[in-house]
């Protein structure tokens, strides 16, 4: 069965800081692994994905991730965070191939808050 | 048009009423999907459409049913929900793997459903 780990529940950065946020997965095959963001009462929103090829990802608003098969991670960075950044991060990995459609697998989320 | 549209934006309900949910996509997306979000917790899978099929239930009750009456259109039709069923309700639409021959079809979700139980 796959899994997600997100370690960190909370994290806290100055604005301007670097960020890190983890994520370990758990999956049988060559993992299709995805980060999305929840702003408070909102949908989620894709920061980025990895499939195959380059392991460093870029995304949108700044953030990159890195897949690292050995390690079993695929960590979120973004190398100055800004106020707006705040939010709930989600890592994912899937889908799996069922009678159609796909099923992501979610962590259990990691609270980003930016200090002025 | 990459937009996933779910009405009401917020919904108040009794425990004997019936009301439903609705979600919307114009991307040509045959792959469709309702999730559960309590708070401060990731989205729980609930039901996958795929070509207008039930693909998935993930042994959600009865309660909650789901319809998709075309490939743009997904509905959940709540009735006797019990007050533990408040939750963000969230819609979510994706190429289909048997369209794309990809696995890696990336969801777009909705902004979601607050609904609240009474």
């Known amino acids: 069965a796959q899994s997600v780990t997100q370690p960190d529940i909370h994290i806290t950065v100055s604005e301007g800081a670097s960020l890190e946020l983890r994520c370990n997965y758990s999956y049988g095959a060559t993992p299709y692994l995805f980060w999305y963001v929840q702003s408070p009462g909102q949908g989620l929103q894709l920061l980025l994905k990895y499939f195959s090829g380059d392991t460093l990802v870029q995304g949108i608003k700044g953030f990159e991730a890195e897949f690292k098969r050995s390690q079993s991670s695929f960590n979120l960075r973004k190398p100055s965070v800004h106020w707006s950044d705040a939010a709930e991060y989600f890592c994912?990995?899937?889908?799996?191939?069922?009678?159609?459609?796909?099923?992501?697998?979610f962590g259990t989320g990691t609270q980003l808050k930016v200090e002025l | 048009d990459t937009e996933v549209t779910q009405t009401p934006k917020h919904l108040v309900m009794g425990m004997t009423n019936k009301k439903s949910l609705k979600c919307e996509q114009h991307m040509g997306h045959r792959a469709m999907y309702w999730y559960k979000q309590k708070a401060k917790k990731p989205p729980e899978l609930m039901f996958v459409?795929?070509?207008?099929?039930?693909?998935i239930n993930e042994s959600v009750p009865s309660r909650f049913s789901p319809e998709c009456p075309n490939s743009s259109l997904l509905n959940l039709h709540l009735h006797a929900l019990q007050p533990e069923d408040s939750a963000l309700y969230l819609c979510?639409?994706?190429?289909?793997?048997?369209?794309?021959?990809?696995?890696?079809?990336?969801?777009?979700f909705g902004p979601g459903t607050r609904l609240t139980v009474l």
């Open positions: 994912a990995v899937g889908p799996i191939l069922t009678g159609g459609g796909n099923k992501l697998t």
């Open positions: 979510a639409s994706s190429q289909d793997p048997r369209t794309s021959g990809r696995a890696s079809n990336e969801q777009f």
């Open positions: 459409y795929s070509y207008e099929k039930l693909s």
